[in-house]
């Protein structure tokens, strides 16, 4: 017979959401790539590869969010989901996120072509984000939605860029910071949905709880990953004096 303790009470709301917050400490804005860009402490080829790397993560969103309607047999759930697939893809003569993207891409001194080629993008950043969509295709759509959720704290890690930048990456054309833009207010609307669904869907039990954060924890690791993968693109790895790094090579300080 299971004993019913206060350890194994399911969390009120408030402190369910709390716990979920609290998750930002782990949030990519603190890895050391991220940290030395805020600093202005990435060369342009830096920068370079960051951005060229990140617009794979881009492309592929609409894709996930796509998984998660597919597998999500609520109507009203799938009209509000459907705004983060056009808020990338773009609608109806509207620019999109990806195209913002490609903007940033230009502003940072890239190509398009080299950008949507995807030549620069590490190997990693594929694994990581195809990791990403497949868990979206796979798993019920609520712990879909609850792995959206690092969007709670994506706003500040818009805002800084937005902030910083221009002082210390003056190279940068204005054109570039649209995205970023567009993201403070879009993420605010997308986090509201995703947090009600996973506040409703996950409150029944502790256990489900728990799940619910070891969820947004794989989604935290994923945007750990792929950043580890950018500092790796962006650095010269020499095993027994032979070059295993693609060109062209970017070193760190």
């Known amino acids: 017979m299971n004993t019913v303790t206060h350890d194994n009470l399911p969390w009120s709301r408030e402190e369910f959401e709390a716990k979920l917050r609290e998750k930002g400490q782990g949030y ?18 830096q920068l370079q590869c960051w951005v060229a790397n990140r617009y794979y993560y881009q492309i592929m969103i609409p894709q996930k969010d796509a998984a998660v309607m597919s597998n999500c047999p609520d109507k009203e759930v799938r009209k509000g989901w459907i705004h983060r697939i056009t808020d990338h893809d773009g609608y109806d003569g509207v620019e999109g996120g990806i195209e913002a993207w490609l903007k940033l891409s230009e502003a ?12 620069l993008v590490s190997p990693g950043v594929k694994f990581a984000v195809d990791a990403y969509v497949n868990f979206a295709r796979q798993r019920p759509w609520q712990e879909s939605v609850c792995s959206s959720l690092t969007e709670l704290f994506a706003p500040h890690i818009h805002q800084q860029r937005i902030s910083s930048w221009p002082a210390m990456y003056p190279w940068v054309k ?59 693109a962006s650095t010269k790895i020499q095993v027994e004096d032979r070059d295993y790094m693609r060109q062209p090579v970017i070193k760190f300080r």
Do not use: C, N
């Open 28 to 45: 990519h804005i603190y890895h050391p790539i991220h940290v030395l860009m805020y600093e202005g402490k990435l060369t342009k080829e």
């Open 108 to 119: 940072v001194g890239l190509s398009r072509d080299q950008v949507t080629s995807l030549e």
């Open 174 to 232: 204005e054109e570039g910071f649209v995205y970023f833009k567009k993201r403070l207010t879009e993420a605010r609307r997308d986090v509201e949905q995703g947090l009600g669904i996973t506040l409703d869907y996950f409150s029944v039990s502790r256990e489900m709880q728990l799940r619910a954060l070891d969820i947004l924890q794989f989604k935290l690791d994923v945007l750990w990953v792929i950043a580890d993968a950018i500092m790796l």
